[in-house]
């Protein structure tokens, strides 16, 4: 018997074919699927972490941006406070240096307008001329006050100086401050001061320089605030030498004459004026005024020296006069020289 292999049949062989067709096509099917979900899921996996760095980065810039945004509003507001403090100060500063200008504004027209018065004043004061007088000796000391206008001409140069018998109107200021009735060599008081004073007479000034005594008197004369007023010796011969001397002012006469005038109703000044008002000798201040200007006065010669000084009781304006004089060349032309000027001061408006 012939042994005959088994033979496939062919629908078998057509049915396996399909069998391994449809293996291979599931197989292929899940490796797809298994492909398809891998690369879903890396996908997947890659946007969670792509979108948290996302959303880091997103709010690292958010909070980035927060303080950044907060600090230029600070800036802003601490700008926009300094700039109004600085406006503020700029404001007070500006108001203040206003202030001080309007101040100093006010200030210096105050002081412009003072000066413009003060200058107006004195553009307006009526001239005293004293040329003659001051060209008549080598040193001239000069003044005039007017009590009633308060006007004031002065050479401004006061200083001590012989006084000569102007000495005499100071010794009898101390003499009739004394309180006591004086009785001296057996004459009262007035009966020495009287011819001392209207006719220089000399003896009766040495017998009350020899009662008083030179230092109560000079200590008297300080006390009064007549600082150059001094005594140094007995009234002597206008020719004779000698190195002491009696001495006054300019200033000491002015503030002797004022405080005549000031108290002339009241004792002891009303009988001086009285006195004064009986001088002799009438060769300078009275000489060219008015025989009825009542005029009180005490003139004074020695060598080389021309002084005058007294009250003229001008109706309108009375004013006290001093003329001291010293290097005297010629002694007309001195006195002359006083008249003029006393002439010129009552005379002027």
Not at 85 to 106: H, I, L, P, Q, V
């Amino acid at each position: 018997m012939l042994n005959v292999g088994r033979h496939t049949d062919p629908n078998e062989k057509s049915k396996g074919k399909y069998v391994a067709i449809g293996l291979l096509a599931v197989a292929l099917s899940g490796a797809l699927f298994f492909g398809v979900r891998t690369v879903l899921n890396y996908d997947s996996e890659k946007q969670e972490v792509v979108q948290p760095e996302k959303k880091a980065k997103a709010k690292t810039a958010a909070s980035s941006t927060k303080p950044s945004e907060k600090t230029v509003a600070t800036k802003k507001t601490s700008e926009a406070k300094a700039t109004k403090e600085t406006s503020k100060a700029t404001k007070n500063s500006s108001k203040k240096s206003s202030k001080k200008k309007t101040a100093t504004t006010k200030s210096t027209k105050k002081e412009s307008q003072t000066k413009e018065s003060s200058t107006t004043k004195q553009a307006a004061l009526p001239k005293l001329d004293s040329t003659k007088l001051t060209a008549s000796a080598g040193k001239v000391y000069y003044g005039v006050h007017y009590f009633k206008s308060g006007r004031d001409y002065s050479s401004k140069n006061s200083e001590a100086t012989v006084a000569a018998n102007v000495i005499k109107v100071f010794i009898m200021d101390y003499a009739l401050a004394q309180k006591n009735d004086q009785q001296i060599d057996g004459k009262n008081l007035r009966e020495w001061l009287e011819p001392m004073i209207q006719k220089n007479d000399d003896d009766a000034t040495n017998v009350l320089i020899d009662h008083y005594g030179i230092d109560q008197m000079n200590a008297y004369f300080k006390e009064q605030g007549y600082q150059d007023t001094k005594i140094e010796r007995r009234m002597l011969d206008i020719n004779v030498k000698s190195d002491k001397d009696n001495y006054t002012s300019l200033n000491d006469c002015l503030k002797l004459l004022e405080k005549l005038y000031d108290q002339k109703e009241q004792e002891p000044q009303k009988t001086m004026i009285a006195i004064m008002e009986g001088q002799k000798i009438r060769t300078k201040i009275p000489h060219k005024l008015p025989k009825d200007l009542k005029v009180a006065n005490i003139t004074g010669e020695q060598d080389q020296v021309e002084n005058d000084i007294g009250i003229v009781f001008a109706k309108d304006d009375p004013y006290a006069i001093v003329v001291l004089t010293k290097e005297v060349p010629d002694i007309v032309k001195t006195r002359e020289a006083i008249a003029e000027y006393s002439l010129a001061a009552s005379k002027l408006k």
